[in-house]
């Protein structure tokens, strides 16, 4: 009798698990490498204040479940990518199409890409920054944070949007002359006062935010906001960077809910027009960015949420790998280069050249919650991708999610890649300018009724 009453406690301890209605569960792992681990650029040689975080919610209740998640890394690429959706999606008990991986794309962070890692070490080299052995034990932990989230996925009965302007941190990196051609480039630190005096240029000033409630409680807040994240790198210190400090302010401001943070389609944006690359830098920044988050939360509209609002659609993409990408000349320039970063990255461009020759699609992601939409997308976005996306649903919440599949590295418009610039260089991009009418064709789909 005893045994009987003891097993029906624990059936009623469990009832959350299998209640009808929409849940969410939220996850947080440390993501950060140690000290001797190869970071994208340099070895770690110390440890920062805060660590790299790899953070997401699972949306429980709506068929099912949807995995969101984010890291602080610099870029999770081909097989990689794969690998990283293929292990929360047995965790979270769903299938791969419904788990979206982004990172924010800080650089004093690692990589990943698991198959420019066998490249490299099928060819007898060093695997350098793409050795995959610290990521893998990542991944597990992440996997782990994810099943063991699911017993405690709370209620939810509303969903709050919000949008403010954050001022003074992004600005358009592409500065243009009167021919109509980048004259030159305005990175994310610029110490010539002149490339800051330039103007702001195209961006989207708005951080957007989802949050999800538990009556009046907070469960989750994901914000959206579309810059490059460096203030200054190369140290040696795994850092997240200022969105990572502008993220823990705010989970510091609102503690019930877990922050999670995207980066938008930011890969023609930076902060150079107010960041000369001093240290000081990083707090002003993250300051200024935690301050439009706070704007976008006070400016909260809240709605009813249930499992009949929920959706998740995807498209499946075929991206044109860019003509300046050659097998045998890849091969060649990898066994000849010993530097640690983007020399070896003819491995990972490699990996994404055969991928693209046997057919590979990227799945695009598109979460719908009641009339509005969070587009999930790969690679490093120019801002117009994301400024597309918003146009077609005029008057509606759209938000955009970058730095999915990092194996594209930048994606320009078609015009773009007749403008010049870093970005839409041979060295820069792994796609074709064919790119745009390929993913604005999919976004379009996406975002229809």
């Known amino acids: 009798m005893r045994f009987l009453l003891l097993t029906l406690l624990a059936v009623t301890s469990l009832a959350p698990l299998r209640a009808d209605g929409l849940r969410v569960a939220t996850f ?3 993501v950060t490498p140690p000290v ?24 429980l209740g709506a068929g099912e479940p949807i995995v969101l998640c984010a890291l602080d890394w610099i870029g999770i690429a081909n097989e990689g990518h794969d690998a990283f959706r293929r292990e929360l999606a047995a965790a979270a008990g769903t299938t791969v199409q419904r788990v979206t991986v982004h990172t924010l794309h ?11 890692e066998k490249i490299l070490k099928d060819e007898g080299l060093d695997a350098l920054n793409f050795e995959g052995g610290f990521q893998r034990e990542a991944l597990k932990r992440l996997a782990q944070a994810v099943r063991e989230s699911l017993p405690r996925a709370q209620t939810v009965t509303e969903v709050g949007f919000g949008q403010a302007p954050v001022f003074q941190v992004a600005s358009n990196r592409r500065i243009f002359g009167p021919d109509g051609k980048v004259r030159a480039v305005r990175y994310t630190a610029a110490p010539d006062p002149k490339l800051r005096a330039e103007p702001e240029g195209t961006i989207d000033p708005l951080v957007s935010l989802v949050s999800f409630w538990n ?75 935690a ?7 006070e400016a909260t509209q809240r709605r009813p949420l249930t499992a009949s609002d929920v959706g998740w659609r995807i498209e499946a993409a075929a991206l044109p790998a860019s003509k300046h990408l050659d097998e045998a000349k890849l091969v060649a320039e990898l066994k000849g280069r010993s530097a640690p970063f983007l020399t070896r990255g003819e491995a990972s461009r490699l990996s994404w050249l055969r991928r693209c020759e046997a057919g590979h699609r990227i ?26 996306a ?40 792994n796609v074709a300018p064919e790119v745009e009418g390929v993913l604005l064709g999919a976004i379009r789909k996406l975002l229809k009724d």
């Open 106 to 116: 800080q650089h004093d962070a690692p990589d990943c890409d698991f198959g420019a």
């Open 390 to 429: 918003k146009s077609e649903r005029p008057g509606r919440f759209v938000a955009m999610a970058a730095y999915g599949d990092y194996g594209p590295w930048y994606i320009g418009t078609e015009r773009a890649y007749t403008e010049g610039g870093y970005e839409t260089e041979p060295r820069s991009s």
């Open 36 to 59: 001797g681990t190869r970071m994208a650029y340099d070895p770690v040689t110390n440890t920062w204040d805060m660590s790299l975080r790899g953070r997401g919610i699972v949306l």
């Open 215 to 289: 009556t009046n409680r907070p469960v989750a807040v994901l914000s959206y906001y579309a810059t490059h994240p460096q203030s200054y790198y190369r140290t040696g210190i795994p850092n997240p960077d200022f969105p990572g400090i502008a993220r823990f302010l705010r989970q510091l401001a609102v503690p019930q809910a877990l922050h999670v943070h995207f980066n938008g389609a930011g890969g023609n944006l930076g902060a150079g027009k107010y960041n000369d690359g001093s240290p000081e830098n990083r707090r002003l920044l993250a300051e200024r960015m």
């Open 28 to 30: 947080d792992t440390d």
């Open 291 to 297: 301050d439009g988050m706070k704007r976008a939360w």
């Open 363 to 388: 799945e695009i992601g598109c979460l719908a919650l009641g009339d509005a939409r969070v587009v999930h997308l790969p690679g490093e976005l120019f801002v117009e991708y994301q400024l597309a």
